[in-house]
């Protein structure tokens, strides 16, 4: 993989993120640090809370703390909405959710136990002003109401109210003709007597596919300590018995209803003088109830914000950044939704804990996992007895906040700092890289891809590494252009120097066969077989001088040549059939002349000259029995001949290599002398006629090798 220097001096840079790490590091140690000690402050307000509460029997006697019963008591909520009494149930939000279902487990009494119970209720009781208002969503398959010829009240479907107060226990019952307005009727303690209308509980009864629903207003002073609802059913309008009787305390047992709870104000006026910012107490009795409730988790404390010109600075980076600070800052929400103080069942975890008399430190979210809170629990005594629990919390928001704001400025000062000195970085590398790319492209620009020295380097005045890079690559190209001129130059002569004394042998060689001939009529067959090799061995020698000799002088002849147009395809066939057909016989040649004319502007010499080696290295290289494919193709601007053969593919690594000077690689040997130089002059008479020759293996299936020469198609309109 190939990285730039720009690259790593970038990727250098980025050690300076290294400091925001460390800061959020260290952020992170403070933060755990603060909530700790937040920890130990709420231990420490709960355990005070519980000491002022300690031993207040005659306060815990009056706030009904005593002998709890969870499946007798009634809790009062606070309804947020004005409650009307039209049998519909959309008011009584958001409380709704809270409303209990009595069914099976509350049965008091039963007529036919084998038989199923139809018979349940959902149930709620709130106060707004000074009215107890309930609702009761009454499952029931055959509603039946009170017979308009009969006094009885407990005669059809019907509810009881029990309220014990000072005055001692009074039973009411609800028993309608029909659905609509309804009142409660006092049921008197003597049989005989008539049961007395009692205006004052009002409510409304309406009919439903399941059931029906019954609401209930009920002035408080009416209430007492206690009060207990009883659902009695009846199912048959002729014998109208009472099938099942469900309730919310179970009077055949007991002979008394719950105790009627809600938030106690006179603890709720000691925990205001013990509140503290930013925190929630609460005091939860045995049934984990809310009975009192101070403070709010909504607040959140203010962080300071100093106006000097760097906070400025600091402000205007972190609006910009803002969108990237929540990928490292811990969410949170400031605006938490709270209700309204609320006897709610509390089942967090650590409360079992410290009813049971052990202090507890546990923490939970809320507002979908956002916002955590922290909580203290300590056990609330009367003597030795443990009759509620304290309950301090407060978020996690103010040491979020203080976090995230510490984590912004790290990120915006690393931001600044990266930005600047990334930015010098940069520019450095920008400069340095520039430098050393110039240095790289006028190298590559200097030599030509037949190994020519084009030009030179131009050396830079600086006096660093790179300055001396340069100087050193311009004295070595100026070395390797002497050495390529003195090579160039040493074929020329050392062709010229190496005919004359082979004239010499190939005319010794000569003599000596016709003195062999003059003195014997049959000279032995041994001499006159050396002398043969010998005379063969010259005309290899020769051979190679000539071909060493055309690719010396090859450049400078095609200076002279001319240029005219020609037809390509007329003579690809011209000289296949007086030429290669001719000269290699035992091949056997594929072409398909075009119908057209192909003009293309060049020397027919030249180009009989490329095409013949291009032909002699196919045969030389094709597969026995296989023929040689000649192809003319026409492009854009481009005419193109292929001379393909089946035999051995050209490895990749060698297809670039073997149209240099002087490189031979021919897998199969023979007895021909081979100086490399065929596909060279190719390239070259090519490249003077601006055109290009390229190799490639077959991809049909076959094995072989497709050589292909490029020339411009001549416009033949001018």
Do not use: C
């Not at 009494?85 to 809270?98: K, R, V």
């Not at 009883?230 to 919310?248: M, Q």
């Not at 000596?512 to 010998?534: D, G, T």
Request: hydrophobic share 40%; net charge negative; aromatic share 8%.
């Amino acid at each position: 993989m190939h990285f730039s220097l720009r690259l790593k001096l970038f990727l250098l840079s980025l050690l300076l993120l290294l400091f925001p790490l460390l800061g959020m590091r260290l952020n992170r140690t403070l933060k755990e640090s603060l909530i700790i000690s937040q920890r130990d402050t709420l231990s420490f307000t709960a355990q005070a809370v519980s000491a002022a509460l300690t031993n207040r029997s005659d306060l815990f006697d009056q706030e009904q703390f005593h002998a709890l019963d969870q499946k007798r008591d009634l809790y009062l909520f606070q309804l947020s909405n004005n409650i009307k009494l039209d049998g519909s149930l959309e008011d009584w939000q958001p409380e709704l959710t809270l409303a209990e279902q009595f069914g099976k487990e509350h049965l008091i009494s039963e007529a036919d136990p084998k038989q199923p119970l139809t018979l349940s209720f959902r149930h709620l009781a709130g106060k707004q002003d000074k009215y107890l208002y309930a609702f009761f969503d009454v499952q029931d398959d055959h509603v039946v109401y009170r017979s308009r010829n009969s006094l009885r009240l407990d005669r059809s479907d019907h509810l009881q109210i029990v309220i014990e107060n000072q005055w001692g226990q009074h039973t009411y019952l609800i028993a309608p003709y029909e659905e609509g307005w309804v009142n409660a009727f006092l049921m008197p303690s003597n049989p005989i007597k008539f049961p007395v209308s009692e205006q004052r509980i009002q409510g409304t009864w309406r009919q439903t596919r399941t059931g029906y629903i019954l609401e209930l207003r009920i002035p408080l002073d009416l209430l007492g300590s206690k009060l207990a609802f009883l659902v009695a059913d009846v199912d048959d309008e002729d014998k109208r018995d009472v099938e099942a009787v469900i309730g919310t305390a179970n009077l055949a047992e007991n002979h008394e209803p719950g105790w009627l709870l809600g938030t106690s104000e006179p603890i709720e006026e000691i925990l205001r003088s013990l509140d503290r910012p930013y925190a929630r107490i609460r005091v939860v009795d045995q049934n984990q109830r809310i009975r009192a409730q101070v403070g709010s988790l909504r607040k959140l404390e203010p962080l300071p914000a100093d106006a000097d010109q760097l906070t400025k600075i600091m402000q205007q980076v972190s609006s910009l950044l803002h969108p990237f600070y929540r990928f490292f800052t811990t969410s949170l929400n400031a605006d938490i939704e709270e209700q309204i103080s609320q006897p709610t069942e509390l089942d967090l975890k650590g409360i079992r804990e410290g009813l049971a008399g052990r202090h507890s430190l546990t923490s939970y979210f809320m507002k979908d996992d956002q916002v955590e809170v922290l909580a203290a629990i300590v056990p609330l005594y009367e003597g030795e007895k443990v009759v509620a629990a304290v309950l301090v919390e407060q978020t996690t928001n103010s040491i979020l906040a203080l976090s995230n704001r510490m984590i912004e400025e790290t990120i915006s000062l690393s931001v600044v700092a990266f930005l600047f000195g990334g930015g010098i970085f940069f520019f450095f590398s920008f400069r340095l890289s520039g430098r050393i790319r110039r240095l790289r492209d006028q190298s590559a620009s200097a030599i030509t891809p037949d190994g020519h020295i084009r030009s030179t380097v131009n050396t830079d005045r600086s006096s660093d590494e790179i300055g001396d890079l340069g100087r050193t690559l311009d004295s070595m190209l100026h070395q390797l252009q002497q050495q390529i001129e003195h090579r160039e130059k040493m074929a020329d002569n050392l062709e010229h120097e190496m005919r004359t004394p082979l004239a010499g042998v190939a005319a010794s060689l000569k003599n000596l066969k016709q003195e062999q001939m003059r003195q014997q009529e049959n000279p032995p067959k041994q001499i006159m077989e050396y002398i043969r090799w010998a005379e063969r061995d010259v005309q290899r020698l020769e051979s190679l001088l000539t071909s060493i000799r055309e690719a010396a002088s090859l450049k400078n002849a095609l200076l002279l040549d001319s240029m005219e147009p020609l037809d390509l395809g007329r003579a690809v066939s011209m000289w296949l059939e007086h030429g290669w057909k001719l000269s290699f016989s035992e091949a056997n040649f594929v072409y398909q002349a075009p119908e057209q004319e192909v003009i293309v502007k060049g020397d027919p010499v030249r180009l009989h000259q490329a095409l013949d080696k291009l032909v002699e290295n196919a045969v030389s290289f094709r597969e026995a029995g296989t023929p040689i494919e000649l192809r003319l193709e026409q492009q854009t601007e481009m005419v193109s001949v292929q001379v393909i053969n089946q035999g051995p593919p050209i490895e990749p690594s060698f297809q670039q290599q073997i149209f240099s000077s002087m490189f031979s690689h021919r897998p199969i040997k023979d007895d021909r002398p081979h100086m490399g130089l065929g596909l060279y002059i190719v390239r070259t008479i090519m490249e003077h006629h601006g055109g290009r020759i390229s190799v490639r293996n077959l991809e049909d299936g076959r094995t072989g090798v497709v050589f292909a020469i490029s020339l411009p198609k001549e416009d033949v309109s001018l």
